[in-house]
């Protein structure tokens, strides 16, 4: 009786083995181990690739994210760069900036092997700046170095603050942005430490010119363009490694010698950059430059008819973006340029064949031009006598002869660079100059990089409207939720 039972049992749990129940239920866990298993695979897999395949940038404003300039000058790398970051890892984790840095400079290293980045606490390591000639890299600070030079890159650099004034007088309150500048401020320094030669710009002096705005000039020395002075009355002549000559606001006229050796310089592949103060008196020397290549400046006050064309007063231009290499950054971008202290451009039409003019910016058709009388204008209407547009505000020249390319590039506006412009109003007056020089001098990597916003976007409701959101995120879809879930529930119930 006992082997019958012992049998019966067998055979009970042999039947009880080979349900469907029992299969499906094996096949379920066989098939949970794989999937486990292949999950455990990826992620190893996913943990040993670089940041820029297995993190997404999902920041507003793209903080993570690198340009094509960026990715062009370090996926070319021949050169090794080592990037120093003075903090610890956890220090630069905590810090809102260097966090951001830390990501950034993931995907670059992801760009070349040529490129490493490390960490140094100063506080374990106190002679590493010294050791590295960076004595003036603080905590937070980037020592960037090659075989060829060294930089650092404070960490005041990585973001910056603009203060808009334009509310003060009104409600006795400024506002202020906050944009994150890591990008161009490494992207500039790895450019730097491995460029053979750098060039350089010469701002002519000894004509009343003006100086230009220290956010400008920083922004110069961001791009590794070196400035240097010049006065042609003591220099002689212009140097021979000069990439570019930079002439800014003069109030007074070039003696004949001076402009005889200006020409002489562009004739022989030189570069110029000419922004001419409004002043009302006549400057043949500076004429005689600009007919060579093409142009002619009215020594008259532009204004805008167009109320489509300028900004509270026809005297403040918003002129239309023509389509040079020079402005292509601002037209992608969609920021205006906003000028001041205007003088019209004209280009000839009868130019030698070697000679190529290009405007750069222009007028409405409905523009007119006032002569100054004593400097000024005494009214902004139109009047019979003023001279009818359209005008360019802005040209740029091209001529190859030979091996030697010139070039000149005249913008009409003493207001170019105005301070006064620049940090009230976001538009795009700064990156007109700061190509302008990076075309001339022919050296692509100068091309800007803008800083990305760190302002938080709220959103603003009316109370009508936050009710509304709230009754719908709050009541209607937790409601209809539960009650999707209960006739899921009754009509699984009664199958």
């Known amino acids: 009786m006992s082997q019958s039972k012992e049998k019966k049992e067998k055979k009970t749990m042999k039947e009880r083995l080979g349900t469907t129940k029992v299969r499906y239920g094996s096949y379920s866990a066989a098939i949970s181990v794989v999937v486990l298993a292949i999950l455990v695979v990826v992620n190893l897999i996913a943990s040993s690739l670089p940041g820029k ?31 120093s970051v003075m903090a610890s ?33 100063p506080a374990l390591n106190p002679t590493f700046a010294s050791d590295n000639d960076a004595d003036s890299a603080s905590k937070g600070s980037l020592i960037v170095k090659s075989d060829k030079r060294s930089t650092v890159v404070s960490y005041s650099d990585l973001y910056q603050v603009d203060y808009d004034y334009s509310s003060y007088y009104t409600t006795g309150s400024t506002s202020s942005t906050q944009s994150y500048d890591g990008e161009s401020a490494v992207t500039s320094a790895i450019d730097y430490v491995v460029s053979d030669t750098l060039p350089v710009l010469y701002s002519l002096t000894g004509h009343g010119e003006g100086s230009l705005p ?24 212009i140097p021979e490694d000069a990439n570019c000559l930079l002439i800014y606001c003069p109030t007074k006229d070039l003696s004949e010698e001076e402009a005889e050796k200006i020409l002489a310089y562009l004739k022989d ?28 400046l009215t020594n008259s006050l532009v204004l805008e008819g167009s109320t489509e064309h300028y900004y509270q007063s026809p005297i403040y231009l918003v002129p239309e973006v023509e389509s040079h290499t020079i402005t292509s950054p ?18 000839s039409s009868d130019i030698r064949s070697s000679l190529t003019v290009s405007p750069l910016l222009s007028t409405s058709d409905e523009a007119y031009a006032k002569a100054l009388s004593g400097g000024k204008v005494s ?88 009710r509304f959101w709230m009754i719908l995120t709050m009541g209607v879809i937790p409601v209809a939720l539960i009650g999707c879930g209960i006739g899921v529930w009754v009509w699984r119930r009664k199958k």
């Open 269 to 296: 592949g030189g570069s110029a950059l000419i922004i001419p103060a409004l002043t009302g008196e006549a400057h043949p020397n500076f004429d005689q430059i600009y007919n060579e290549y093409g142009m002619s």
């Open 53 to 83: 395949y297995t993190k997404i940038d999902t920041s507003d404003s793209s903080y993570y994210s690198i340009g094509d300039l960026t990715k062009n000058i370090v996926g070319s790398l021949e050169t090794d760069v080592s990037v």
């Open 379 to 466: 009214t902004t209407e139109r009047e019979e006598a003023d001279a009818a547009g359209p005008f360019y505000l802005g040209a740029a020249a091209t001529e190859t002869v030979g091996e030697k390319t010139s070039h000149l590039v005249v913008i009409s506006s003493e207001a170019l660079l105005s301070e006064d412009i620049i940090e009230r109003f976001t538009v795009s007056n700064a990156d007109l100059f700061l190509n302008s020089l990076s075309w001339m001098c022919e050296h692509e990597s100068t091309i800007s990089i803008s800083p990305k916003s760190m302002d938080i976007n709220t959103l603003t409701m009316t109370e009508s409207q936050s």
């Open 330 to 347: 601002i037209t992608e971008q969609n920021i205006s340029v906003l000028l001041g202290g205007a003088q019209g451009l004209t280009i």
């Open 89 to 121: 890892e956890e220090d630069a984790r905590s810090d809102a900036i260097l966090s951001i840095l830390m990501e950034m400079l993931d995907r670059y290293q992801a760009l070349s092997d040529h490129l490493k980045v490390s960490y140094v606490d």
């Open 214 to 237: 220290a956010s400008v000039e920083k922004q110069v020395s961001r791009m590794n363009i070196e400035m240097k002075e010049l006065n042609l009355l003591t220099a002689g002549e």
